[in-house]
């Protein structure tokens, strides 16, 4: 096994980021997924996505948007952390990321952070599907990992590899990806061309491998998964 694949197992096993994003839609429920977001020091809000998240008792490192569903009380209780960005070319979540790369970097020296994103799907359907889509945008620019209550998502180009109970569902939504292998899974995989095609496989070995040539989502039942 080549040293990034080891490096990029042992970050999926370990869970260790640099900062938490916290989007304004479905905040997570589960116990497991808040225990994750307690150990992180940084926490990035979008905008009214810290309207839930101080109401659930947590506290901002910084929060970002252009200001439209962050509460007037919110908005001045916070004012010294909130990032105000008005244009309408990307939207909250991608402003968060940007807003966090640049934290982490000043602050803390760290150049290519390991990032999480909750609460960024559910309530809007429109919102949910390019939340999960901007993934893929954002990898040359930090490694950002989506939880929810339910998946665990990410966006790989070309080559991705897991350590996974077996049976574990795994489903892949190809963006752009051509030439697809895979070992671990138990269904063969193909050039998707339609969304729906990936979706529902299952592991049948600990470790998942699937390699192509260019973009795509991969969508993992996070039940079964320990951390």
Not at 79 to 85: D, K, L, P
Not at 157 to 175: A, C, F, R, Y
């Amino acid at each position: 096994m080549a040293e990034n694949d080891e490096k990029r197992i042992t970050i999926m096993l370990k869970k260790h980021f640099d900062a938490v994003i916290i989007g304004n839609g479905s905040f997570p429920k589960s116990a497991r997924v808040r225990s994750l977001i307690d150990k992180i020091k940084v926490r990035v809000c979008c905008d009214g996505g810290a309207n839930t998240f101080i109401a659930e008792g947590y506290q901002p490192t910084l929060i970002v948007g252009d200001g439209d569903s962050l509460t007037p009380e919110n908005k001045e209780k916070y004012s010294s952390i909130f990032i105000q960005i008005s244009e309408q070319e990307t939207n909250d979540q991608t402003k968060a990321v940007k807003e966090t790369i640049s934290f982490l970097k000043h602050k803390y020296g760290i150049t290519h952070p390991q990032i999480l994103i909750v609460g960024a799907t559910g309530k809007r359907e429109d919102h949910t599907i390019g939340n999960i889509s901007l993934l893929a945008t954002y990898l040359p620019l930090a490694d950002i990992i989506m939880i929810s209550d339910y998946c665990y998502m990410e966006a790989v180009d070309s080559t991705g590899q897991w350590k996974l109970p077996v049976g574990t569902e795994v489903s892949i939504l190809n963006i752009s990806a051509k030439d697809f292998h895979s070992q671990g899974l138990q269904y063969p995989i193909y050039d998707f061309d339609q969304l729906w095609q990936g979706t529902l496989n299952k592991s049948n070995s600990e470790i998942v491998s699937i390699t192509a040539n260019g973009l795509f989502l991969v969508f993992i039942d996070i039940t079964t998964l320990t951390f």
